[in-house]
């Protein structure tokens, strides 16, 4: 059953509801994974993505903050979700597909922006959740599992614009990057996004403060597709829609996206 699934932090599904609409009828992924909803459950408008053929939704939902959920076309379940650092926050949430896969959406907390957990609390409970992320994966080693998600983190030299700018910088740094190592490495995730683009600049996410994002192009790529080692192989496609970043109001992170023939 091969299907396409994209991962995208909407930065509030109802103020871009048209715009979750557009990227549901020009690419039409079977599954969509979005992150920081920033709405009820009920107040996510689920009437207009059911007209486009996502009949099936997974959510946990808050007023004005976090959030995640899935929009499918295809049959799912709700595989349940984890409070990861006692948080409180709606940040995961997981789906079984009736061939027994198993999708994760994550919104790792963005962390802050001095990264001292000494001065900033907000960096302390990203790295807590980050190791119970990584607690969970060696706990229940995940199989026939996908991890997508706004993790936060620009793990690699060339996920950055520049690596030596942003060592110190909220999301590339060195114990940022342990910490995802870990919890990836507990997981055996394979990130299928580099798997299939191993090598070049490659970017998710571009700041607002940046008046001109396309040619400055300060990217870095916080949002990612990963897969366990016994699905990883079927996995293939992977892109991500840049031009996104560029529509009317739109979040400042662009989708990421992947197929599986599974």
Known sequence: MPFTLATWNINSVRLREGLVADLLETEA???????????????????RFRALGY????????????????????????????????????????GRLENGVTIHNFY???????PDREVNEK?????????????????????RAILVGDLNIAPREDDVWSHKQL???????????????????AGGWVDVTRKDIPEGQLYSWWSYRSPDWDAADKGRRLDHVWATPDIAGAAHGSRILREVRGWTQPSDHAPVFATFDL
């Open 55 to 94: 009949t099936h939704m997974i959510a946990r939902g808050q007023k004005g903050y976090n959030g995640v959920a899935i929009l499918s076309k295809l049959p799912i379940e709700d595989a349940g979700d984890k409070d990861f650092a006692s948080l409180g926050h709606a940040r995961h949430i997981a």
């Open 29 to 47: 992924p079977d599954i969509l994974c979005l992150q920081e909803c920033k709405s009820p459950v009920e107040k996510i408008p689920m009437e």
């Open 108 to 114: 790792v907390p963005a962390g802050g922006d001095k």
């Open 123 to 143: 960096f302390g409970q990203k790295l807590d959740y980050l190791t119970e992320m990584r607690d969970w994966f060696h706990a229940e080693r995940p199989e």
């Open 167 to 185: 060592l110190k910088v909220v999301s590339h740094t060195p114990i940022e990057v342990e910490h995802l190592g870990a919890a990836q490495e």
